[in-house]
């Protein structure tokens, strides 16, 4: 089995216009993140797929694995499933986002080997225990509730599951990390597939998948990845960059 890791890049950013080009450690953002998911153990290839001929270009500077894709994408999935037809020698595609730098590895790996353990998962992603009730409120952390047999049952922007007997924080909440992995049919399907109410409700695309009957094996890491989503988040990174370096 051939599996890849593909990492959406693009240059377009309300917060942070750019963003992939960002170069105050020496380092682009994207090759930070291209760095850190070329040291899974499990991925053959990585490749950085992109809209944007100012990053392309930046990708062959640094030896990157570059494809690029229409323009007119509404998700980071519709480009994923444009580079995989392309690239038929993969069975199995690993979603990375371009913005994290400190991406670990070992939950890449983590990920590959849920699809590998579970053939009759479509799709795999992560999850880390929620910590405080701010988290559990918040409504861009999105919350999942899984099932003993590492299976995803539902995900919200709410706080699930809700606690009947009076309310309150009991601790035991997970919020979904932004990584999955594919099958490479799953995923050609899936960008074929009409938007769901459920989806469009909660404004969340996994819930497409499980709308549509499609298992996604899930499993719980402690290490998480900061994404970077603004200037402020991008400075702190360079400060942690360079204090180890």
């Not at 890849?4 to 020496?26: D, H, N, Q, W």
């Not at 007997?165 to 960008?191: C, M, P, V």
Request: negative net charge.
């Amino acid at each position: 089995m051939s599996i890849a890791a593909i990492i959406p890049a693009r240059y377009a950013s309300t917060r942070f216009p750019g963003k992939p080009l960002a170069k105050e450690t020496g380092k682009y953002l994207i090759e930070h993140v291209y760095e850190q998911v070329c040291k899974a153990a499990t991925i053959d290839s990585v490749i950085i797929a992109t809209d944007d001929q100012r990053i392309y270009d930046a990708c062959l500077e640094f030896g990157a694995d570059c494809e690029m894709t229409r323009d007119d994408h509404q998700c980071g999935t519709d480009r994923l499933a444009e580079v995989s037809c392309r690239r038929p020698e993969f069975d199995l595609i690993v979603n990375v986002q371009g913005d994290e730098p400190e991406i670990d590895p070992m939950g890449i790996d983590r990920l590959v080997n849920l699809m590998l353990d579970d053939p009759d998962a479509g799709m795999a992603t992560l999850c880390a225990e929620i910590t405080n009730e701010l988290e559990l409120s918040n409504p861009n952390i999105v919350k999942v509730v899984t099932g003993r047999k590492k299976q995803a049952l539902y995900f919200s922007r709410s706080p699930i599951p809700y606690n009947r007997d009076n309310g309150e924080w009991r601790g035991a909440y997970y919020k979904h990390l932004g990584i999955y992995a594919y099958r490479k049919e799953t995923l050609l399907a899936f960008s074929q597939m009409a938007q769901t109410p459920l989806e469009v409700m909660e404004k969340l695309e996994q819930l497409r998948a499980l709308e549509n009957g499609i298992k996604i094996a899930i499993d719980k890491v402690d290490h998480i990845a900061v994404g970077i989503d603004t200037p402020q988040q991008y400075a702190d990174f360079v400060s942690r960059y360079k204090s180890k370096n």
